[in-house]
């Protein structure tokens, strides 16, 4: 099955400054992958994603890069703020069996933005 | 709000016992995915449903099992706990099987084994 790495698992930042998240995926067949915030006591929701056939996609402050080659993905976050404080967990999808696609997530990374 | 409902929001029992969790996905939704949410174990699939047939497993338990009903609500039912089945147990949601991208979770559903 799929295994996906992600560090760090903690990230301190002054606000203002980038934050980089990276992950790690085994399965060369996956071809999704989506990155996921959850603040805390709330429900992970979708951020930013990235299809297999895209090497970087951007949304304001927020992007996401692919080396298919090295199975490996990032999060970045520029000008970070206090709000940007959350787990973020990255995810590779794959197709299995059954017609189904099933997203296997990372630990999280737990992002803190200092003012 | 995600529109994926999720009760009850916390759950406190005895270990042996046995607890139902239930989902009700997105209106259109047809899959439903569990995920187990442990202290530093991130978001573990458990499995998923699709229109009211499994379609894929991953780490559940043989105390574990799960249903998907006609009206497409789901129930995840949790026996003979242990200590370590406390945690958050989230539903997502999705249209088709997974194909289209984006999971919407609910709230969670907060277990605690005493």
């Known amino acids: 099955g799929e295994n996906v790495e992600q560090h760090p698992s903690t990230l301190s930042v002054q606000e203002g400054d980038s934050a980089v998240i990276k992950c790690t995926y085994s399965d060369s067949a996956s071809n999704y992958f989506p990155w996921y915030k959850q603040e805390l006591g709330k429900r992970p929701q979708l951020i930013i994603d990235?299809?297999?056939?895209?090497g970087e996609k951007k949304d304001q402050r927020i992007a996401v890069t692919l080396n298919k080659t090295a199975k490996h993905f990032s999060l970045h976050i520029t000008e970070t703020q206090p709000e940007d404080s959350a787990v973020y967990f990255c995810?590779?999808?794959?197709?299995?069996?059954?017609?189904?696609?099933?997203?296997?997530f990372g630990r999280g990374t737990s992002l803190i933005v200092h003012p | 709000d995600s529109g994926v409902t999720q009760t009850p929001k916390h759950l406190i029992t005895a270990t042996g016992q046995r607890v139902t969790l239930r989902c009700s996905p997105r209106s259109g939704d047809l899959s439903v995915y569990w995920y187990q949410q442990s202290l530093d174990q991130g978001l573990q699939f458990l499995i998923q449903?699709?229109?009211?047939?499994?379609?894929a497993k991953g780490n559940i338990l043989e105390r574990f099992s799960a249903q998907q009903f006609p009206d497409l609500h789901s129930e995840l039912n949790l026996s003979s706990l242990e200590l370590g089945d406390s945690a958050l147990y989230f539903c997502?949601?999705?249209?088709?099987?997974?194909?289209?991208?984006?999971?919407?979770f609910g709230e969670g559903s907060r277990l605690t084994v005493l």
């Open positions: 997502a949601s999705s249209v088709g099987q997974g194909g289209t991208g984006e999971l919407f």
């Open positions: 449903y699709y229109n009211g047939e499994e379609r």
């Open positions: 995810a590779a999808r794959r197709y299995v069996s059954g017609g189904s696609y099933i997203p296997t």
């Open positions: 990235i299809r297999s056939n895209v």
